[in-house]
């Protein structure tokens, strides 16, 4: 379970550079991220063992959730070898307040981007990391801004578990049938149809590779979808 203490206390990463070695259990590192409004966010960053110079993902929770949404997720990844950095929104968890209502944020463009870009900075300087293979794994908000990132290339691949398409036109300023998208992956649930409606018409206008999960007799969404399908949590990996 990711830490939810607001210390400064961080743990020093594995500097081994035999990328050989059985993978094992690796030590969160509290982090605070700075943006370029001043804000302060709370992020736990975790190194995969035994890794170096390989794949990271920033994963983006949904409004009203926390970096706690990927507690059954992250160490997926840390098996797989790759690198995770979960942190707080602003407004969220721990982190500082948002100088807008939680509902204003899905809609106001520029400003969780804000937030994303201070994560992204802090992967960019981390020695453990390839730049050139950060991803994202998006919840609800969190798909919309994966998508908007994975438009500008300034992501190599992204996950979109119930991503919706008007959200995503109000934070990108585009009209859905204008964005430029590859190497995405949509996630939803059969028994929403409104998610999975969105989902595949997302789908339909992304480039390969691309892939969708319509995961059966669910109508989970967002970070319900991780907690309540291993199957789901599994094939985002």
Not at 93 to 122: F, H, I, K
Request: charged content about 20%.
């Amino acid at each position: 379970e990711l830490p939810v203490d607001d210390d400064d206390t961080t743990v020093a990463p594995d500097d081994d550079d035999d990328a050989t070695e059985p993978i094992t259990p690796t030590s969160p590192v509290p982090v605070g991220l700075i943006t370029a409004d001043g804000k302060e966010l709370r992020a736990t960053f975790q190194a995969a063992p035994g890794v170096t110079q390989g794949p990271a993902v920033v994963l983006l929770h949904e409004l009203y959730g926390s970096r706690q949404d990927f507690n059954l997720i992250w160490d997926v990844f840390q098996e797989q070898g790759i690198a995770t950095l979960a942190f707080d929104f602003r407004g969220h968890g721990l982190s500082d307040a948002a100088d807008q209502s939680t509902a204003e944020l899905r809609v106001a463009p520029g400003v969780l981007e804000q937030d994303v870009d201070a994560a992204l900075d802090y992967l960019s300087g981390q020695a453990v990391v390839d730049t050139a293979r950060i991803g994202v794994l998006g919840l609800d908000v969190g798909a919309n801004l994966g998508l908007l990132y994975r438009h500008r290339g300034e992501l190599a691949a992204a996950v979109a578990i119930t991503p919706d398409i008007a959200g995503t036109e109000a934070l990108s300023g585009l009209t859905a049938a204008d964005l430029t998208l590859s190497a995405v992956q949509y996630v939803a649930g059969e028994a929403s149809a409104a998610d999975t409606a969105d989902a595949t018409a997302l789908y339909d206008l992304t480039g390969e590779p691309r892939d969708l999960r319509v995961v059966l007799g669910t109508g989970a969404h967002g970070a319900d979808m991780l907690s309540g399908s291993s199957d789901a949590r599994t094939g985002v990996v």
